[in-house]
């Protein structure tokens, strides 16, 4: 059992919880929603132990000791909290890795492969009876930097697992940047160890479906409880009501914005992809889909100029073929790219200026229309405040706007809703639907139909 009794937590002149107590009883996973910013990572942490209450105390039925450096080993052993930024700690953790570098071909033998993560624990993995989906076993020859997003995080779950099988894993946002089979197999996975291994669950999620070991959500308002209710079962995710789709395109001069013909990508003898053709046309709303690690983050970075293969494929961009005199910082002024890497690579901890401050820096001289953006978002509640001590979610609309503030001819988005709460991801669709100027592009790199009926017109599935 573990126990949170009369918890205050003052941090500067905010109050996070007062006097806030909660209970999770042996037996009982548990999902914890709410709007971004209302505390649910915040109460992971303080589980954890990451967070310390200026008042009340956390009490664990399976930890002993009264000494500090006692509980302190006992909290790490028996408490797994893997945050939203672990897939980048995770990389920092070998030298010199960084995410463009998948794109580039480099000596395997210089690159840290996946058996490399667990060392001498690698044997455990036989031991564990975990669903097929889930297999990693697969995954162990290849380099870290040629792994998606949805295969750095079940190497990095199962690498916690190796070391230290926990009483409860805390999860904070797992699902996200999951393909729906990565998901269903994640989901399986959550249940499986679980079950078999004797691990509580408590994950924090707004809208995917659950696994269905989860039994109790706890839904939390400007950290309090608004509600505590059972989990009959996998909650079913449905569409926004009042989204109306895009607008055709209507645009009558519909130049070509990026072409790819007879593309093939291939990294140490495997082919990503193999002969795609690809136009994309002025003002075309476009998704493009595909499961974890089928290459669509890869036909970004070409298009982004961050990927050298695209100087001996036939790609053109703005009616230009690569190579044939711009530079990159010439195509990087007419594209603006949002995607994962960026939320994980901002280390928002060490930045004290507001969140208004920070856009302001990155794109000066538009208080005037990031005004009319922080009231369309109803981001004055947190605007204000330093980003180091935003929510994921707030962290992620803070982005979206720099980005929306940003007019280029095309929009690159990579995952855009990842962390936001319902509220947030309504609006930002409504934004993309209504409020972009028609001649611009829009690519959306997405794992949710749900994000392909309510505002792309086209697909290009890999």
Same mark, same amino acid.
């Given at each position: 059992?573990?126990?949170?009794?009369?918890?205050?937590?003052?941090?500067?002149?905010?109050?996070?919880?007062?006097? +806030?107590?909660?209970?999770?009883?042996?037996?009982?996973?548990?999902?914890?929603?709410?709007?971004?910013?209302?505390?649910?990572?915040?109460?992971?942490?303080?589980?954890?132990?990451?967070?310390?209450?200026?008042?009340?105390?956390?009490? @664990?039925?399976?930890?002993?000791?009264?000494?500090?450096?006692?509980?302190?080993?006992?909290?790490?052993?028996?408490?797994? +909290?893997?945050?939203?930024?672990?897939?980048?700690?995770?990389?920092?953790?070998?030298?010199?890795?960084?995410?463009?570098?998948?794109?580039?071909?480099?000596?395997?033998?210089?690159?840290?492969?996946?058996?490399?993560?667990?060392?001498?624990?690698?044997?455990?993995?036989?031991?564990?009876?975990?669903?097929?989906?889930?297999?990693?076993?697969?995954?162990?020859?290849?380099?870290?930097?040629?792994?998606?997003?949805?295969?750095?995080?079940?190497?990095?779950?199962?690498?916690?697992?190796?070391?230290?099988?926990?009483?409860?894993?805390?999860?904070?946002?797992?699902?996200?940047?999951?393909?729906?089979?990565?998901?269903?197999?994640?989901?399986?996975?959550?249940?499986?160890?679980?079950?078999?291994?004797?691990?509580?669950?408590?994950?924090?999620?707004?809208?995917?479906?659950?696994?269905?070991?989860?039994?109790?959500?706890?839904?939390?308002?400007?950290?309090?409880?608004?509600?505590?209710?059972?989990?009959?079962?996998?909650?079913?995710?449905?569409?926004?009501?009042?989204?109306?789709?895009?607008?055709?395109?209507?645009?009558?001069?519909?130049?070509?914005?990026?072409?790819?013909?007879?593309?093939?990508?291939? @990294?140490?003898?495997?082919?990503?992809?193999?002969?795609?053709?690809?136009?994309?046309?002025?003002?075309?709303?476009?998704?493009?889909?595909?499961?974890?690690?089928?290459?669509?983050?890869?036909?970004?970075?070409?298009?982004?100029?961050?990927?050298?293969?695209?100087?001996?494929?036939?790609?053109?961009? +703005?009616?230009?073929?690569?190579?044939?005199?711009?530079?990159?910082?010439?195509?990087?002024?007419?594209?603006?790219?949002?995607?994962?890497?960026?939320?994980?690579?901002?280390?928002?901890?060490?930045?004290?200026?507001?969140?208004?401050?920070?856009?302001?820096?990155?794109?000066?001289?538009?208080?005037?229309?990031?005004?009319?953006?922080?009231?369309? +978002?109803?981001?004055?509640? @947190?605007?204000?405040?330093?980003?180091?001590?935003?929510?994921?979610?707030?962290?992620?609309?803070?982005?979206?706007?720099?980005?929306?503030?940003?007019?280029?001819?095309?929009?690159?988005?990579?995952?855009?809703?990842?962390?936001?709460?319902?509220?947030?991801?309504?609006?930002?669709?409504?934004?993309?639907?209504?409020?972009?100027?028609?001649?611009?592009?829009?690519?959306?790199?997405?794992?949710?139909?749900?994000?392909?009926?309510?505002?792309?017109?086209?697909?290009?599935?890999?």
């Amino acid at each position: 059992m573990i126990q949170l009794k009369d918890i205050t937590i003052l941090r500067g002149n905010r109050r996070l919880f007062n006097n +806030f107590n909660f209970e999770i009883q042996p037996g009982e996973h548990w999902v914890v929603q709410g709007a971004n910013g209302s505390g649910k990572t915040s109460l992971l942490q303080l589980i954890s132990g990451i967070l310390h209450p200026t008042s009340g105390q956390v009490t @664990y039925s399976f930890i002993r000791g009264t000494d500090w450096e006692t509980l302190y080993h006992q909290r790490q052993e028996k408490l797994r +909290f893997i945050p939203t930024e672990s897939l980048q700690t995770f990389l920092n953790g070998y030298e010199g890795l960084f995410y463009q570098q998948r794109y580039y071909s480099m000596d395997d033998t210089e690159l840290p492969k996946v058996r490399d993560v667990f060392g001498d624990d690698i044997h455990k993995l036989k031991s564990f009876n975990i669903s097929s989906g889930f297999n990693i076993h697969e995954l162990l020859d290849l380099e870290l930097t040629r792994l998606s997003n949805g295969q750095l995080k079940k190497v990095l779950i199962m690498s916690h697992l190796t070391k230290q099988v926990p009483n409860f894993l805390l999860l904070d946002y797992p699902f996200d940047g999951l393909d729906m089979k990565s998901r269903e197999d994640l989901s399986g996975f959550l249940t499986e160890i679980a079950v078999k291994m004797n691990i509580q669950i408590v994950m924090v999620d707004h809208d995917h479906a659950l696994p269905s070991v989860i039994n109790k959500r706890l839904v939390l308002n400007n950290y309090s409880i608004e509600k505590i209710d059972m989990v009959k079962g996998p909650a079913e995710k449905k569409p926004f009501e009042g989204i109306t789709p895009p607008p055709t395109t209507t645009v009558e001069n519909q130049n070509v914005v990026v072409e790819m013909q007879k593309l093939t990508i291939q @990294y140490s003898g495997k082919k990503i992809i193999e002969n795609l053709n690809w136009v994309i046309r002025k003002g075309e709303r476009w998704a493009l889909t595909g499961k974890n690690g089928s290459g669509k983050t890869t036909l970004f970075s070409l298009i982004y100029a961050d990927h050298p293969m695209a100087y001996s494929q036939k790609v053109f961009l +703005f009616g230009k073929r690569r190579g044939t005199g711009e530079s990159i910082w010439d195509i990087k002024k007419r594209i603006n790219y949002l995607g994962p890497e960026q939320i994980h690579f901002l280390n928002p901890k060490g930045i004290s200026v507001s969140a208004r401050n920070y856009i302001l820096t990155q794109i000066p001289n538009e208080n005037q229309r990031l005004n009319k953006l922080i009231g369309f +978002f109803d981001a004055g509640i @947190y605007v204000d405040n330093p980003v180091r001590v935003l929510s994921s979610g707030q962290l992620q609309m803070m982005l979206l706007m720099s980005f929306f503030l940003q007019e280029k001819e095309l929009l690159l988005l990579d995952e855009p809703f990842q962390f936001l709460d319902p509220q947030n991801k309504e609006k930002a669709t409504q934004y993309l639907n209504h409020y972009l100027n028609k001649e611009i592009t829009l690519v959306l790199i997405t794992h949710n139909e749900n994000d392909v009926q309510n505002w792309t017109q086209l697909r290009k599935r890999i």
